[in-house]
């Protein structure tokens, strides 16, 4: 006996989730530098450089996204340099649920 498909709300989600990873995969990878002070005069900066497409500042932190990946990582440097800071940390952002998960809420897990 067959018994009816029945989506749920979860699986509505996971669907939904899955359609952004692919797209995301195909577009811009993160990277989140820790500056020495206030992020966001770098970010103001950061804005203008090519291949950037998205950039977030949340006090010590930079977050962007590059279609160019590590190829920015130089320029974004000297955005920090420009605005009088020190990167102290650097993360290249693979993707992953998780990295999708934060592109869409704008939160990290746990």
């Known amino acids: ?38 992020s966001t005069p770098t970010a103001e900066i950061a804005e203008t450089i090519a291949g950037i497409s998205k950039v977030e500042a949340n006090n010590g932190l930079l977050r962007v996204q590059s279609d160019r990946g590590g190829q920015t990582l130089p320029a974004l440097i000297e955005a920090a340099e420009t605005a009088g800071r020190t990167v102290t940390d650097i993360h290249l952002l693979q993707p992953s649920l998780e990295t999708l998960f934060v592109s869409l809420t704008g939160r990290k897990l746990g």
């Open 1 to 38: 006996m067959s018994r009816p498909l029945v989506v749920t709300d979860c699986d509505e989600v996971l669907l939904h989730m899955v359609r952004h990873f692919c797209d995301w995969l195909s577009e811009a990878h993160g990277i989140e530098m820790v500056l020495d002070g206030d």
